[in-house]
């Protein structure tokens, strides 16, 4: 099936040095969204913030030294190939003067698009985008890349209830790459779909995970070579470990507790040992946990940081090029971004704060000038822009830069979509149910 292309008009594609207003006028109904979409959170928001001096801190986290946990967490030696998250995409041309991007295109997408993962699913060696849906659509939805820029093919892949979150890797050692999808409902569960993925109708396998998941992210945590997954369960303050048995199938979940309201997962070594280590955003615990591993047997070491109020999402690179992966966080109900250093030994500096749009509730890296040092993307999801920040390449980053999108960006991600070693952007939009592809120009 073709998708509905129309072609926007970028209004401002020329990077722009601006103060945090946004160049549309918001949308003044978009509080009551809000609060239709986040009640709870935000109600648990206020608890939370109650909770954890109370109960939360002492009982599960030292947030000044380790905690273990009593789960055994092995690690694994593939943390490169495994890392979901993109530690060091970058551009490899030359240092351009201005940032610009290509006026937008355009797709149709499904009610509420949330989420939105890269990959070649269906193994022609191009980039595909994968988008999950806060609603009840019943359906993912691919758009297959022809490397050059343009998604042709739109292709709905039945899934269940609310599939809010997608993961791709390869799950079944087959060199091809998997999808697992994260059911967002009070018996969350998480459907695995075995690759190459071409066809509409697809009936996957279906695992049991907590209440409400937000999040999923896979990568080999045992040092077994067999992709496992984890899921972020929102509501119930946990998250659940699948490990994998290298042909596509997995453990029940094994759950572990974690802060109040784990939200976003990203896997990565933090510690430069080859093993996989992840990190979690609490969302109503003002943190972000770290589980360190330390190679075969060995427990992991859990740290907790301070970010600002509700950390919503998070992304990684090396920003001071020291050779280990740093952390941004985006504050969704705090309008922040909280880039925390990591030092090396199992430790991070303390938060750096940097004000962004209002709501993000996404954010991504990558170096998209071509001058070598990561930069950050940052979505406003109660308007219609995302902000980028450049880096200098020793943990700091420049003015806010705003380039306009569809309403209510949601989520965001970035890759070389026409191969032409510029990094691109694509982000899907809730508010108008599109997905926009910003062309790297510069
Ligand atoms: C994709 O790339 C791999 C490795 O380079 C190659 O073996 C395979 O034939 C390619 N597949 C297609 C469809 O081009
Ligand atoms: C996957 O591997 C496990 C463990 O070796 C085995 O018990 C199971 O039958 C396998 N399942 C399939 C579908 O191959
Ligand atoms: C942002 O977070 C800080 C620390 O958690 C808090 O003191 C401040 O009030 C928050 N600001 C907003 C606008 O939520």
């Given at each position: 099936m073709a998708a509905n292309i129309k072609i926007s008009e970028l209004s401002s594609n020329k990077a722009q040095s601006t103060?945090?207003?946004?160049?549309s006028s918001p949308p003044n109904f978009r509080r009551d969204i809000l609060f239709r979409q986040y009640p709870l959170l935000i109600f648990g928001s206020l608890i939370g913030v109650v909770l954890s001096a109370i109960i939360i801190t002492p009982l599960l986290i030292n947030t000044n030294g380790t905690s273990s946990l009593n789960i055994k967490i092995e690690t694994l030696d593939r943390a490169t190939n495994m890392?979901?998250?993109?530690?060091s995409i970058g551009s490899v041309n030359s240092k351009c003067h201005q940032l610009t991007f290509a006026p937008y295109t355009t797709y149709s997408t499904l009610e509420r698009p949330y989420s939105i993962s890269t990959g070649d699913v269906n193994g022609d060696n191009i980039t595909d985008l994968i988008i999950g849906y806060?609603?009840?659509?019943?359906k993912i939805t691919i758009y297959y890349g022809d490397?050059?820029?343009?998604?042709?093919t739109q292709s709905s892949i039945v899934s269940d209830l609310i599939p809010i979150a997608v993961a791709v890797a390869?799950?079944?050692?087959?060199?091809i790459k998997d999808i697992a999808v994260a059911h967002f409902d009070y018996f969350g569960s998480v459907a695995v779909y075995l690759g190459p993925i071409y066809e509409n109708i697809y009936v996957p396998r279906t695992l049991s995970v907590g209440d409400r998941p937000y999040s999923v992210i896979i990568g080999d945590f045992d040092h077994d070579y067999n992709a496992d997954i984890i899921v972020a369960?929102?509501?119930?303050s946990t998250i659940s470990i699948l490990w994998g048995y290298g042909n596509g199938t997995f453990t029940a979940q094994n759950t572990v507790n974690t802060l109040n309201g784990p939200i976003s997962l990203v896997a990565a070594?933090?510690?430069?040992?080859?093993y996989l280590d992840f990190v979690i955003a609490n969302f109503h615990s003002s943190r972000i946990s770290v589980y360190f591993t330390h190679g075969s047997g060995v427990f992991p070491t859990i740290k907790s940081f301070l970010t600002r109020s509700t950390p919503r999402s998070i992304a990684i690179g090396d920003f001071n090029n020291d050779e280990y992966i740093d952390i941004v966080v985006v504050n969704y109900i705090n309008h922040t971004m909280s880039v925390l250093l990591n030092t090396g030994n199992d430790n991070f500096q303390s938060q750096m704060v940097y004000s962004t749009g209002e709501l993000p509730m996404s954010v991504a890296v990558a170096?998209?000038?071509?001058?070598?040092y990561l930069d950050i993307i940052v979505p406003s999801n109660r308007y219609s822009y995302f902000s980028i920040f450049l880096g200098y390449g020793n943990g700091y980053f420049g003015t806010e830069l705003i380039f306009n999108t569809d309403l209510w960006p949601a989520s965001i991600t970035v890759d070389d979509?026409?191969?032409?070693n510029r990094i691109d952007i694509a982000v899907v939009n809730e508010g108008d149910d599109t997905l926009n592809i910003f062309l790297n120009t510069c």
């Amino acid at each position: 099936m073709a998708a509905n292309i129309k072609i926007s008009e970028l209004s401002s594609n020329k990077a722009q040095s601006t103060d945090n207003s946004p160049s549309s006028s918001p949308p003044n109904f978009r509080r009551d969204i809000l609060f239709r979409q986040y009640p709870l959170l935000i109600f648990g928001s206020l608890i939370g913030v109650v909770l954890s001096a109370i109960i939360i801190t002492p009982l599960l986290i030292n947030t000044n030294g380790t905690s273990s946990l009593n789960i055994k967490i092995e690690t694994l030696d593939r943390a490169t190939n495994m890392t979901p998250g993109k530690a060091s995409i970058g551009s490899v041309n030359s240092k351009c003067h201005q940032l610009t991007f290509a006026p937008y295109t355009t797709y149709s997408t499904l009610e509420r698009p949330y989420s939105i993962s890269t990959g070649d699913v269906n193994g022609d060696n191009i980039t595909d985008l994968i988008i999950g849906y806060n609603s009840w659509t019943f359906k993912i939805t691919i758009y297959y890349g022809d490397g050059s820029g343009t998604f042709s093919t739109q292709s709905s892949i039945v899934s269940d209830l609310i599939p809010i979150a997608v993961a791709v890797a390869d799950l079944n050692n087959d060199n091809i790459k998997d999808i697992a999808v994260a059911h967002f409902d009070y018996f969350g569960s998480v459907a695995v779909y075995l690759g190459p993925i071409y066809e509409n109708i697809y009936v996957p396998r279906t695992l049991s995970v907590g209440d409400r998941p937000y999040s999923v992210i896979i990568g080999d945590f045992d040092h077994d070579y067999n992709a496992d997954i984890i899921v972020a369960n929102t509501f119930d303050s946990t998250i659940s470990i699948l490990w994998g048995y290298g042909n596509g199938t997995f453990t029940a979940q094994n759950t572990v507790n974690t802060l109040n309201g784990p939200i976003s997962l990203v896997a990565a070594d933090f510690n430069n040992d080859d093993y996989l280590d992840f990190v979690i955003a609490n969302f109503h615990s003002s943190r972000i946990s770290v589980y360190f591993t330390h190679g075969s047997g060995v427990f992991p070491t859990i740290k907790s940081f301070l970010t600002r109020s509700t950390p919503r999402s998070i992304a990684i690179g090396d920003f001071n090029n020291d050779e280990y992966i740093d952390i941004v966080v985006v504050n969704y109900i705090n309008h922040t971004m909280s880039v925390l250093l990591n030092t090396g030994n199992d430790n991070f500096q303390s938060q750096m704060v940097y004000s962004t749009g209002e709501l993000p509730m996404s954010v991504a890296v990558a170096d998209l000038n071509g001058d070598t040092y990561l930069d950050i993307i940052v979505p406003s999801n109660r308007y219609s822009y995302f902000s980028i920040f450049l880096g200098y390449g020793n943990g700091y980053f420049g003015t806010e830069l705003i380039f306009n999108t569809d309403l209510w960006p949601a989520s965001i991600t970035v890759d070389d979509f026409n191969n032409d070693n510029r990094i691109d952007i694509a982000v899907v939009n809730e508010g108008d149910d599109t997905l926009n592809i910003f062309l790297n120009t510069c």
